[in-house]
């Protein structure tokens, strides 16, 4: 069973309380033990980050290059053991637990190379005798506070562009999967960083995640997680003296139409994959299938054929293609959007129901409602789980104008054999992510990812965009005497 300590300033540290990590495939099998800070660990880790800033800010592009390609080498050289443990930990399956932790690695050498790019632009005056210059510097002390849904992943994806373009790190991972982030702990503090200028403090939300959130050294936050709490961490950020900049990435109700010329194999595919695999607990899961007349009779019966197929069991079994939900509290969501959905009168197609297996765990199978009208709230809000909702439309232009009425705006698909539509959706689709036969789950690791409306809020995370969150601009003008 795994100790885990905050690591502050170089040290590893332990803590009065702490809390066990819990496999959701068997509660039985507890992972390890993690620490729990408070507010004075909060302290002490944005008063090392503060000491470290200096040096690191101003160190070499080759130093940090180096430090995030050993990371990545790490990651990716471990990834079988490190996607085991995220598994056990999270309840994905092998294959998509190894694949989370090589796009951890992959993210890590992405922005080793990105420290080499880091340029600025030169520019003439409208004033005689006058350059300007415009350069990227780093913001400071950075708060990180990521979900449970990509243990790895997410930390991964602010981490390693915050200590690329010269930040210092404080960073709290979920409660629920602390162990994915205290071996990627482990890796950097082995890089070769210096001591404070990455920090990990585990614990409650409510006790590190708002201490981070109000601590005055810390100028900017990074956040993943639901809505709710993201809402009131940007009203907290923009009391605080001084304000925070902030980057919020939430929820999504994601649309997938498929249209009558649409390639009926490929469209449930595409279902299949982005609305149920990992236990359908992604903000870019596809939670409401937008289906043409001509074809919605034969995808709903394809559907909930190949559902019948899908395995749902222990997250590391051989033959698994659904693990687990996370925890009894969002088993009890899930079960809730289930009893509300039949209660507005939508059909329950298939699935929906608890699932029994050889360890206790929270095994639900697959539901698909049909019948469902875009108004209800199975199909306005986040459930995140394992559920999805089959809505008719008449034709194209009735598709296009459902997926856009929502208040999300994170990913949208659309399977269709028609280079017209598909160029037409790309444009209209009110989404930050758009995919043309392809799940709306399931993204590049270099190009920007994020969206509009209710599901993301400042700039945009990943590729080099992440340096609009991760950098500050400095204009400066100077007058030349001779
Ligand atoms: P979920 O319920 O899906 O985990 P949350 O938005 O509650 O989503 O959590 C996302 C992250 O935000 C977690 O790391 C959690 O600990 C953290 N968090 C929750 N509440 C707060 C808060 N009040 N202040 C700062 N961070 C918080």
Redesign the pocket.
């Known amino acids: 069973m795994i100790e885990g300590l905050n690591l502050i300033a170089g040290d590893w540290e332990a803590s009065s309380e702490t809390a066990a990590d819990i496999n959701p495939s068997n509660t039985g099998d507890i992972v390890g033990q993690f620490a729990r800070g408070d507010a004075a660990a909060v302290d002490r880790a944005a008063a090392a980050a503060k000491a470290a800033f200096p040096a690191w800010s101003r160190s070499t592009i080759q130093l940090r290059h180096d430090i995030l390609k050993r990371i990545g080498d790490e990651i990716l050289a471990r990834k079988e053991e490190l996607g085991r443990l995220l598994s056990r930990e999270e309840g994905k399956t092998l294959a998509e637990g190894i694949g989370e932790v090589a796009r951890a690695g992959q993210i890590f050498l992405f922005f080793s190379g990105e420290c080499l790019r880091l340029a600025g632009e030169k520019l003439p005056s409208v004033r005689p005798s006058v350059d300007v210059e415009v350069t990227r510097e780093p913001i400071g002390i950075v708060g990180l506070?990521?979900?449970?849904?990509f243990p790895i992943a997410i930390p991964a994806w602010k981490i390693a562009p915050a200590l690329a373009y010269g930040n210092c790190v404080v960073f709290?991972?979920?409660?629920?999967v602390p162990a994915s982030s205290h071996a990627l702990a482990e890796i950097i503090s082995r890089s070769g960083v210096p001591s404070g200028v990455f920090n990990l403090v585990m614990?409650?939300?409510?006790v590190?995640?708002?201490a981070?959130?109000k601590h005055r050294d810390i100028s900017a936050v990074s956040?993943?997680?639901?809505v709710?709490?993201?809402r009131?961490?940007a009203a907290?950020a923009v009391g605080c003296d001084p304000m925070k900049k902030i980057q919020l990435e939430?929820g999504g109700k994601n649309p997938m139409i498929v249209l009558d010329d649409a390639d009926l194999g490929i469209a449930v595919d595409c279902a299949i994959n982005s609305a149920f695999f990992s236990t359908g607990q992604r903000c870019t899961a596809s939670s409401r299938l937008i289906v043409t007349e001509g074809v919605h009779d034969r995808f709903v019966s394809a559907m909930t054929e190949r559902m019948k197929k899908l395995v749902v069991d222990d997250a590391l079994k051989d033959g698994t293609h659904i693990g687990p939900v996370i925890d009894q509290?969002?088993l009890d969501q899930d079960l809730d959007y289930l009893r509300i959905g039949r209660d507005e009168g939508a059909d329950l197609a298939a699935g929906g129901e608890i699932l029994n297996r050889e360890s206790p765990g929270f095994f639900l199978s697959p539901a698909l409602f049909t019948g469902v009208d875009n108004s209800m709230r199975i199909a306005r809000e986040e459930i995140?789980g394992p559920v999805s909702a089959v809505i008719r439309a008449k034709d194209y232009e009735e598709a296009l104008a459902l997926a856009n009425d929502t208040d999300f705006g994170l990913s949208a698909g659309i399977c269709t054999g028609s280079l017209k539509y598909a160029s037409h959706f790309k444009r209209n689709s009110e989404a930050g992510m758009v995919m043309v036969n392809l799940p709306t789950a399931g993204v590049d690791y270099h190009v920007p990812f994020g969206g509009r409306k209710g599901s993301s809020y400042g700039p945009r995370e990943q590729g080099s965009y992440a340096a609009e969150f991760y950098t500050t601009v400095k204009t400066a003008y100077s007058h030349n005497l001779n």
């Open positions: 506070i990521t979900p449970w849904n709290k991972p979920a409660e629920l614990g409650k939300g409510s590190v995640g708002d981070i959130l956040f993943t997680g639901s709710a709490t993201g009131a961490l907290t939430m509290k969002q995140f």
